[in-house]
């Protein structure tokens, strides 16, 4: 009959054994939702590149790289929150800048996005937004969030955030496209300064997330499994 250490020294082996294969899938699952992560990042941005929105795209890349360097100073969070409020004043002057004309001529604009889908109506429009939209949430042009939580944290609140601004983006982009189809001679671009500013707001932040998400996916994915392993056995992902 095997004595109390014995059993005892099982069940620390079992429960290691148990431990180190449950972190081996885990990363397994991290690689792959890594590996998934790059792919869709790399397809957003090759949608800034292609559509002309390098420039705006350039202020959540420069941002990102602020704070970084703000939490690598040992700054705090109170830094962060201050650089955030000095970023949202391109809000304004980008709303300044549309309203007065200065960005957009009012149809012209508009005119090369819709020459783009000339068969395109109204209720077409609304009805890819929401398969899009859709999509996006349940993890078919995306990671879902699953994944993403088994990335860690940060890599969850910058993916639900990201997917959120992009569906508020669709929303309003969608909701302009509509009513300038409907009604092209009355369509004034100009008049949807507050929206078109707060579009690119969130797609500034959306930039931003975008720039953190590449720098993370890159980091896990280049990862062995056995390195992830064990930085998972000891909580450092």
């Known amino acids: 009959m095997p004595d109390t250490s ?11 054994i148990f431990y180190v294969r449950s972190s081996m899938i885990h990363a397994q699952k991290q690689k792959i939702a890594a590996i998934r992560l ?45 650089l955030e409020e000095e970023k949202k004043n391109i809000i304004s002057e980008i709303k300044n800048k549309i309203e007065n004309g200065e960005i957009a001529d009012n149809k012209s604009e508009i005119s090369k996005i819709l020459a783009k889908f000339p068969s395109i109506t109204g209720e077409t429009l609304l009805e890819l937004a929401k398969i899009t939209k859709q999509n996006l949430i349940e993890g078919k042009i995306f990671i879902n969030d699953t994944e993403a939580a088994s990335l860690g944290s940060a890599v969850s609140l910058q993916s ?63 990862m062995s499994i056995m390195h992830l392993t064990i930085k998972n056995i000891f909580n450092e992902l």
Do not use: R
């Open 6 to 16: 014995t059993i005892i020294v099982g069940l620390i082996s079992a429960a290691i």
């Open 38 to 82: 790059q792919g869709y990042l790399f397809y957003w941005q090759n949608f800034v590149i292609d559509n002309d929105l390098f420039s705006l795209f350039y202020y959540g890349v420069k941002w990102d790289e602020e704070l970084k360097n703000i939490y690598k100073s040992g700054g705090k969070i109170e830094d962060a929150v201050k």
């Open 160 to 222: 639900i955030e990201l997917k959120m601004h992009l569906i508020s983006i669709l929303d309003v982009v969608t909701m302009i496209l509509v009513t300038a189809l409907n009604n092209p001679k009355e369509f004034k671009i100009n008049e949807y300064g507050k929206e078109l500013s707060q579009c690119a707001w969130k797609g500034i932040v959306a930039s931003k997330n975008i720039s953190s998400l590449t720098k993370i996916s890159n980091t896990v994915a280049s």
